[in-house]
């Protein structure tokens, strides 16, 4: 019983990091599509990987400071 479980335990560590990497490599070249997209279409003189690196760092930085203020989604910095 005790064998079984460490399985499972293992099944789901594995299936958790798995997710992780397919959820950070769509995402990544998910951003690299739309930016290729977006430079054919609208003709924009700019190098397309440089924008995408840039969105997807800008990204990062966003999801790490989403909820290191209390009530981060309702919060207003107006000065009021």
């Known amino acids: 019983m005790i064998k079984i479980i460490g ?3 293992i099944a789901l560590l ?5 997710f992780g990497v397919g959820y950070s490599f769509g ?5 690299k599509l739309v930016v290729h997209w ?4 609208f003709d924009i003189d700019i190098d397309a990987d440089d ?8 990204q990062s930085r966003i999801s ?5 203020k209390e009530n981060a989604l309702g919060y207003n ?3 009021n």
Request: hydrophobic share 45%.
């Open 7 to 9: 399985y499972i335990i």
């Open 64 to 68: 790490g400071c989403l909820f290191l």
């Open 77 to 79: 910095n107006t000065g």
């Open 38 to 41: 977006g430079v054919d279409i």
């Open 14 to 18: 594995i299936s958790f990091m798995c």
């Open 27 to 31: 995402v990544y070249h998910g951003i």
């Open 51 to 58: 924008l995408a690196t840039g969105i997807y760092q800008y």
